[in-house]
T-cell receptor, first 110, second 114 residues
Framework: TQLLEQSPQFLSIQEGENLTVYCNSS?????LQWYRQEPGEGPVLLVT?????EVKKLKRLTFQFGDARKDSSLHITAAQTGDTGLYLC??????????FGAGTQVVVTP | KAGVTQTPRYLIKTRGQQVTLSCSPI?????VSWYQQTPGQGLQFLFE???????NKGNFPGRFSGRQFSNSRSEMNVSTLELGDSALYLC?????????????FGEGSRLTVL
């Protein structure tokens, strides 16, 4: 059983479209991280959010941490083929291990 | 600076054998974590080492073990391999321990058990 549930599991869109992926949990986390993993590589950190309600923007990517620090979303505006990858959320607390969701596979086609 | 290096990248074993995977963290990083990645299950935490001590352990059987050396390099061992152990094993290093810092991942060791 995953502590962090990500949805959808798979998303296929065309270039220029927008997309949102979600990360939900019944647990409260001190921080929520988003990683992107491309084929044959390890995950790479995109952002860390630590405050409930926090919104961070990274160019076309917008990350939001829920008010109760149990959920998060990632929104991509005007997707590009380079956004293709497996998006993983991970929740953490200072005393424990980082817990990962199963990921959302995003495919952006030309 | 050099990233996290994992060896070997690919290996094939048969049931009942044992395997040792190696991870060299980024220079200066003292924490090394290991994860098992399988399709649909995401990254499952195996263990975390900091300054040669195991700090956290996931819910894996005792066949999975690890250690960290004084130079922060880490190894994990899986004994009596089972078909279900086929996975990508990822190592990640970070400067501090715990779950608030950024993890830097290696490219992984892909294990196939026949």
């Amino acid at each position: 059983t995953q502590l962090l549930e990500q949805s959808p599991q798979f998303l296929s869109i065309q270039e220029g479209e927008n997309l949102t992926v979600y990360c939900n949990s019944s647990s409260v986390f001190s921080s929520l991280q988003w990683y992107r993993q491309e084929p044959g590589e390890g995950p790479v950190l995109l952002v860390t959010v630590v405050t409930g309600g926090e919104v961070k923007k990274l160019k076309r990517l917008t990350f939001q941490f829920g008010d109760a620090r149990k959920d998060s979303s990632l929104h991509i505006t005007a997707a590009q083929t380079g956004d293709t990858g497996l998006y993983l959320c991970a929740g953490g607390n200072s005393w424990g291990k980082l817990q990962f969701g199963a990921g959302t596979q995003v495919v952006v086609t030309p | 600076k050099a990233g996290v290096t994992q060896t070997p990248r690919y290996l094939i074993k048969t049931r009942g054998q044992q395997v040792t995977l190696s991870c060299s963290p980024i220079s200066g990083h003292r924490s090394v974590s290991w994860y098992q990645q399988t399709p649909g299950q995401g990254l499952q935490f195996l263990f975390e080492y900091f300054s040669e001590t195991q700090r956290n352990k996931g819910n894996f059987p005792g066949r999975f073990s690890g250690r960290q050396f004084s130079n922060s390099r880490s190894e994990m061992n899986v004994s009596t391999l089972e078909l279900g152990d086929s996975a990508l094993y990822l190592c990640a290093s970070s400067y501090g321990q715990g779950a608030l810092g950024e993890l830097f991942f290696g490219e992984g060791s892909r294990l196939t058990v026949l």
